[in-house]
Nanobody, 123 residues
Framework: QVQLVESGGGLVQPGGSLRLSCAAA????????MGWYRQAPGKQREVVAS???????NYADSVKGRFTIARDNAPNTVALQMNSLKPEDTAVYYC?????????????????WGQGTQVTVSS
């Protein structure tokens, strides 16, 4: 069994910063990529940033230059540093782990989602 545990988020004023962290726990053999998605009220879930096991990163155009995704010190943990936050960044942010191989499920590759954490940017 694999679980994603998110931390961070909250209320911040425009121009402020927040840091989200996501830790994948369980009988993990490997993870192809981890990333962050967000979903604002009335909108579809969209990808924000991702990082592969090889360290390649991708960002949505709307967050380039403001957000940074990086591996954290602990295994299977990634952090999303969000700077210069705007009201339009307000959303529930979800951690995703893609291409997860579980030691207890040989030959099975799955994707997992965290429970989501609210980020609100408002004055």
């Amino acid at each position: 069994q694999v679980q994603l545990v998110e931390s961070g988020g909250g209320l911040v004023q425009p121009g402020g910063s927040l840091r989200l962290s996501c830790a994948a726990a369980g009988s993990i053999r490997s993870i192809s990529a981890m990333g962050w998605y967000r979903q604002a009220p009335g909108k579809q879930r969209e990808v924000v940033a991702s990082i592969t096991s090889g360290g390649s990163t991708n960002y949505a155009d709307s967050v380039k230059g403001r957000f940074t995704i990086a591996r954290d010190n602990a295994p299977n943990t990634v952090a999303l540093q969000m700077n210069s936050l705007k009201p339009e960044d307000t959303a529930v942010y979800y951690c995703n782990a893609a291409g997860v191989q579980d030691w207890t499920l040989p030959g099975v590759v799955r994707n997992y989602w965290g429970q989501g954490t609210q980020v609100t940017v408002s004055s």
